[in-house]
């Protein structure tokens, strides 16, 4: 019989580095999971493994570049591992991976589910396995599922759909994700069970095109069914919702969202540009009376809702007088955070070949105008719960206090004694920083 010490010495171990998106770490996440079902053992990237999982990013050029990057090094550090490249990088450019020489195995975004036998095929072969496939024939949601091993922490992401059929001009994600695709309802309520009996307490609903989940299955499923399957869970303390685009906010949903106390008061609704012309030239479904009137309505009906955002600047075309339109619409909504972006020219998408293209010196500038808004905007708004409650999940500790995040995704640092993982605290505020609150438990919720 093999001793346990022989039998650990002989454990393969995988490595995964995950570039991207929230959706991107719960695909890591799932990959990881099959690989220990598998009897692989999970390491960090600084450790020597056997197999490394690149899970690449495409949404920007510089994704591209760094997904490269990424791959080189580990190559030129592991020259005898077995590498292999996932993600949007590796679904729109598997030739260009397989001409760089230091991939084994190159697998997009269908049959992750294959991906340890991909990997034990390329330990017996020469030649670079391509399983990459036409991503826009797949229809049906692959179900990947996470079983997390180690620590338990506080709050889970856990994806439920992908695809976009949006099309946005500037955008990369239809092309790699393909179309939209939801998760079975059953499917999602019963890993977020398991997930909840194991020790989690708040769970984040992620997805590419989020607020049109079930839209596909033509069975009366939504977010906002989804959402009101999962207030029945017992010890799910907060759940939390992803990006969702404004025209996709059913009434349904801010009904829940005002009523249910155990979903968070907090909604990411990108605006991605605050001048009509250039909503237009980037083919978003709304204008920008829609967007405000809807932000007026939710904070009239929901008054203590955060709202946060993201923009793109430097978007061909955009002049100066439709930057300031932008700022100007910043300054009047007055986001809780805005996560600002330059236009990154994408391969194979309109916005790519438009005339007017903005240097990259002058997008940099206005990178950087946005962003010394947003630190006033984002502070006057945390000002706002000096010497007033909040309610927070404890989940890292740092030094001696516990950090978590409030019902607003504001990051806050609990002071009192005997604070736990997992548990929700209510919290007074005595301080506001740069980076967020700090505050002391009155009681535990």
Do not use: W
């Not at 904070?299 to 061909?316: E, S, W």
């Not at 998408?349 to 940099?364: G, H, L, R, V």
């Amino acid at each position: 019989m093999i001793n346990e010490r022989e039998q650990c010495k002989n454990t393969k171990k995988v490595s995964f580095i995950t570039l991207g998106c929230k959706v991107n770490q719960y695909d890591s996440d799932a990959m990881r999971t099959l690989f220990i079902h598998r009897g692989y053992k999970p390491v960090e990237h600084s450790e020597v493994a056997d197999v490394y999982i690149i899970n690449t990013c495409s949404v920007t050029s510089i994704g591209d570049r760094k997904s490269r990057q990424v791959i080189r090094k580990i190559r030129r550090n592991n020259p005898d591992a077995v590498i292999a490249a996932t993600g949007c990088y590796a679904q729109v450019a598997p030739e260009e991976l397989e001409k760089m020489g230091d991939v084994d195995v190159i697998v997009g975004h269908q049959n992750r589910n294959k991906i340890v036998d991909y990997i034990e095929e390329a330990e017996k072969s020469e030649k670079t396995v391509n399983a990459v496939k036409d991503i826009m024939s797949i229809r049906e949601y692959e179900n990947l599922t996470v079983d997390p091993e180690g620590e338990v922490k506080a709050r889970a992401f856990v994806k439920v759909q992908e695809g976009c059929d949006n099309y946005c001009t500037f955008c990369i994600i239809p092309y790699a994700r393909g179309r939209l695709k939801s998760r079975k309802q059953e499917d999602a309520v019963d890993e977020i069970k398991k997930l909840v009996e194991k020790g989690y307490r708040e769970v984040v609903l992620t997805g590419i095109h989020l607020g049109n989940y079930g839209k596909d299955l033509r069975n009366g499923t939504s977010l906002s069914t989804l959402v009101s399957e999962l207030l029945k869970i017992p010890n799910l303390l907060r759940i939390r919702l992803g990006s969702i685009e404004s025209v996709e906010l059913s009434d349904e949903l801010i009904n829940i969202i005002k009523n249910e106390k155990r979903v968070c008061h907090h909604l990411h609704l990108p605006l991605q540009s605050g001048s009509d012309a250039v909503l237009k030239s980037m083919n978003r479904h709304y204008r920008l009376r829609q967007y405000k009137d809807l932000i007026a309505m939710l904070r009239k009906k929901i008054p203590n809702l955060a709202l946060t955002t993201d923009l793109i600047v430097g978007f061909p075309g955009e002049t100066e007088e439709n930057f300031k339109e932008t700022l100007n619409t910043l300054h009047e909504l007055k986001f809780s955070a805005i996560h600002v972006f330059p236009f990154s020219k994408r391969t194979g998408t309109p916005a790519a070949m438009y005339p007017n293209q903005i240097t990259n010196e002058e997008k940099k500038k206005r990178v950087h105008r946005v962003q010394e808004l947003e630190k006033k905007i984002s502070k006057e708004f945390r000002c706002e719960f000096l010497n007033k409650i909040v309610h927070v999940l404890a989940e890292n500790k740092k030094e001696e206090y516990f950090e978590g995040f409030s019902d607003e995704y504001i990051r806050v640092t609990i002071k009192g004694e005997n604070v736990k993982r997992g548990h929700l605290y209510s919290v007074i505020v005595e301080e506001v920083t740069d980076e967020g609150l700090i505050g002391r438990v009155i009681e535990e919720v």
